[in-house]
């Protein structure tokens, strides 16, 4: 550990401060409380390798020299050389080609030492030992940083890194409101002329979902200020992909920035579909997603993708689009992302898709949604980070037979909807709504000026199409009709083309 009495500098030798002071001794004694986490996590590695692909420590993670020399090891054996079973022939054999390592090793006691620490810890305690070692890592820069830590260590011990952090996030928020103690109030029937000017500037029209000319109409596009819209729909009916194709073309025509949080994909996913959408709606080129499935791109397919991924590369520097994939879904994970991002000036965040947090402190699922959705709104709303935030979510087992999709459809969870300033939810038509059928539903295309001529039309059974509906909408008309689009998820082409009245279930 540093010399705690003097400390040398360009200008010579000079004693350290008593803050100086304080901070290394607050150092050691994590170090201290380090210790175990650190010889627990290589002895587990040692005891189940196999473990290594599945963790992202480094060796900065570690403080103490004998675990950084041991964690050195199994990781260069287990990734580099892709050994699955470490003995001691094993490692003598590695070690021959590193000496200095070896003597390290063999002073703190080699093999020997390795294998008694095997002995006593189980594999399956591995994730919160890394949790414990994060902890201490953080409260370390919290120390380098100069937060006052000192006094706060023996709590820490028993506290989560979580737990810490709303302890911190909390202090702040106190500090920060209590800057200013004044508690604004406003005269209702004040500044109403002002408001009338900044409403006809359009100031309340959000971001156009693309190709949704008459879902834009009634929801008024995508308001960034503070509000939440959920999609809703049965699993395999698209999701995911209509939350791409509604807003990251439209993110790029008007330069906005966009972050993606998926939980059930890879970044990959979304690389996939702009390509697909590129050559589909940019390029005019029929393309199938197969086809990227399958590979052996034929010459003309990979002149396409080349192509399209020229186009959409000209764009990368702006970085309107932010994919974070989740290895296990949280919702205070997806809160910090919203916070740090939106400090950042991103505006549109995406959600893909809500589901129960993995560290939810109840068994009751709904409960545990309907408390991440709370808390999802108390970060996006105005008075804190002000963001729009599109979430998409599952329908309950009961919707797979209804045909009117009403907020009763989200299932036990239904209070999710309660922070969302707009509800869409969406199926694809029963066999029977098609022309001919015992239910065929009748659309209309609005035409002429202000759309006042219906135009009626059936549904083809050679067409793919999507029926939209609206159970919640603080922008305009709830229920009023459904909304029928040509949507072909193969190759990313959706747009709205009419209006219907879908039969309620009774």
Not at 92 to 109: C, M, N, R, V
Not at 112 to 117: K, M
Not at 329 to 335: A, D, H
Not at 391 to 397: A, F
Request: a negative charge.
């Amino acid at each position: 550990m540093t010399n705690i009495k003097k400390a040398t500098t360009n200008q010579g030798t000079t004693k350290l401060s008593d803050f100086k002071k304080e901070q290394l001794v607050t150092l050691k004694r994590i170090g201290e409380f380090k210790q175990a986490s650190e010889a627990n996590i290589v002895a587990i590695l040692y005891k189940d390798p196999d473990e290594l692909y599945d963790i992202e420590l480094k060796l900065d993670d570690f403080s103490h020299n004998i675990w950084r020399v041991y964690f050195q090891i199994v990781s260069d054996l287990v990734l580099l050389e892709e050994k699955s079973v470490l003995d001691d022939i094993t490692i003598g054999l590695y070690l021959e080609k590193h000496p200095k390592l070896q003597k390290k090793y063999e002073e703190y006691g080699g093999y020997e030492t390795i294998f008694n620490a095997k002995e006593y810890v189980e594999v399956e305690n591995l994730d919160g030992y890394i949790k414990e070692l994060y902890k201490w890592n953080t409260i370390v820069k919290l120390v380098k940083a100069g937060y006052p830590v000192h006094d706060r260590l023996s709590d820490y011990c028993d506290m989560t890194l979580e737990n810490i952090y709303d302890e911190f996030e909390t202090f702040i928020n106190h500090t920060f409101i209590n800057i200013d103690s004044d508690v604004k109030s406003y005269n209702a029937l004040d500044g109403l002329h002002e408001l009338i000017d900044e409403l006809d500037k359009g100031t309340s029209v959000g971001m156009p979902l693309h190709n949704c000319d008459l879902l834009n109409k009634e929801i008024g596009g995508f308001n960034f200020d503070g509000n939440i819209i959920g999609l809703g729909a049965n699993s395999g009916v698209g999701k995911s992909t209509m939350a791409i194709n509604y807003i990251l073309p439209s993110v790029i025509k008007y330069d906005e920035k966009v972050v993606i949080i998926i939980n059930e994909e890879d970044e990959t996913k979304v690389r996939r579909e702009l390509l697909i959408w590129v050559a589909n709606n940019i390029f005019k080129e029929k393309l199938q997603k197969y086809v990227l499935r399958d590979g052996n791109f034929t010459p003309e397919v990979m002149v396409l993708l080349r192509k399209c991924a020229d186009w959409l590369e000209e764009k990368k520097d702006a970085r309107n689009i932010t994919v974070i994939p989740l290895d296990r879904y949280s919702v205070n994970t997806v809160i910090k992302v919203i916070k740090k991002y939106s400090s950042m000036g991103v505006r549109c965040f995406i959600l893909d898709t809500l589901k129960e947090s993995s560290d939810a402190r109840t068994d009751e699922i709904y409960k545990s949604m309907m408390r991440d959705m709370v808390a999802l709104y108390d970060v996006v709303k105005p008075a804190v980070k002000n963001v729009g935030l599109f979430v998409t979510y599952q329908l309950g087992k009961g919707s797979l037979i209804k045909r009117y999709l009403t907020n009763n459809d989200v299932g036990m969870a239904k209070s999710i909807v309660d922070v969302m300033s707009v509800n869409l939810m969406m199926r694809r038509p029963l066999e029977d709504e098609f022309e001919g059928g015992t239910h065929e539903i009748t659309g209309y295309r609005l035409e002429g000026k202000n759309g006042k001529s219906k135009i009626p039309f059936k549904l083809k059974r050679d067409k793919k199409y999507l029926i939209m509906f609206i159970p919640k909408n603080r922008f305009g008309a709830t229920d009023e009709f459904q909304i029928i689009s040509e949507c072909d998820l193969s190759t990313n082409i959706y747009k709205d083309i009419g209006i219907c009245n879908v039969q309620q279930d009774f």
